[in-house]
């Protein structure tokens, strides 16, 4: 009886165990960016930049540049030219919306 028992107790936590997604330092399963780059892209490189709230799919904003070349990299939004680069952006958006 109490070996039932307590295959029953490990069964049940190997079960609630793999259920539940693994929490730690870094731990983001729908984030785009695993790598940031702080280096100034200039302006002439840029083709298309993305900006992706921080939100249930991910913890921190997500900023995504498209460079002239076709490759796709993740700036740092913490970087003072990615911050005015942002607030660029909203603005520029922002009259868009009330024109």
Do not use: D
Not at 36 to 53: A, G, K, M, T, Y
Not at 60 to 66: D, L, R, S
Not at 93 to 99: I, L, S, W
């Amino acid at each position: 009886m109490r070996f039932f028992l307590l295959l029953t107790l490990m069964a049940a936590s190997l079960f609630l165990t793999s259920a539940i997604q693994p929490l730690g330092k870094g731990y983001n399963s729908h984030c785009m960016c695993s790598k940031l780059e702080s280096r100034v892209i200039p302006q002439h490189n840029l083709r298309s930049v993305e900006i992706f709230p921080r939100g249930s799919h991910c913890k921190n904003t997500e900023v995504i540049a498209g460079l002239v070349s076709g490759e796709r990299i993740c700036l740092n939004p913490q970087t003072m030219w990615v911050k005015k680069l942002i607030l660029f952006i909203e603005k520029k958006q922002g009259r868009k919306r009330t024109a």
